[in-house]
Nanobody, 126 residues
Framework: QVQLVESGGGLVQAGGSLRLSCAAS????????VGWFRQAPGKEREFVAA????????RYANSVKGRFTISRDNAKNTGNLQMNSLKPEDTAVYYC???????????????????WGQGTQVTVSS
C-alpha cells in the first residue's frame, strides 16, 4: 500500500507563498501521476494541479493558473506544489494523490486517483 505524506501547510497572509511537499513511500507503483486537490469547509474536494510520471505534462485548475506550479522528483519519490500570490479563497485542506500508470489523460479527475495523503491545512488571511 502506497503511503503519501504532505507537509508545508500553514498560515500565510494574502499575497504570500507556501510550498507543499508530498512524499511517497512503501510500495510505490513503477510509474504514477501526482495530483493535488483541496477541500474548503462546506465544499467538495476539487482539483488543483497534476503532473504526469515524466513530468512533461501538467494540468492546473483555472483558479490557480499562473500562481501555482507543480513539480516532482522521481528519484526522491516526492511531489511539490509551489503556491504564490495566495488569496483567502485558497484556504483549504490540500491533499496529495497518486494514480498508478504513465498516462497523462484525465489527471484532473478525482476518481482516477488510487492513493491519498492525509491532507495539510493552508490558511490565507486577508
Amino acid at each position: 500500500q502506497v503511503q503519501l505524506v504532505e507537509s508545508g501547510g500553514g498560515l500565510v497572509q494574502a499575497g504570500g507563498s507556501l510550498r507543499l511537499s508530498c512524499a511517497a513511500s512503501r510500495r510505490t507503483p513503477s510509474s504514477y501521476a501526482v495530483g493535488w486537490f483541496r477541500q474548503a469547509p462546506g465544499k467538495e474536494r476539487e482539483f488543483v494541479a497534476a503532473i504526469s510520471w515524466t513530468g512533461t505534462i501538467t494540468r492546473y485548475a483555472n483558479s490557480v493558473k499562473g500562481r501555482f506550479t507543480i513539480s516532482r522528483d522521481n528519484a526522491k519519490n516526492t511531489g511539490n506544489l509551489q503556491m504564490n500570490s495566495l488569496k483567502p479563497e485558497d484556504t483549504a485542506v490540500y491533499y496529495c494523490a497518486a494514480r498508478a500508470g504513465s498516462s497523462w489523460l484525465r489527471m484532473e479527475d478525482i476518481d482516477e486517483y488510487n492513493y491519498w495523503g492525509q491532507g495539510t491545512q493552508v490558511t490565507v488571511s486577508s
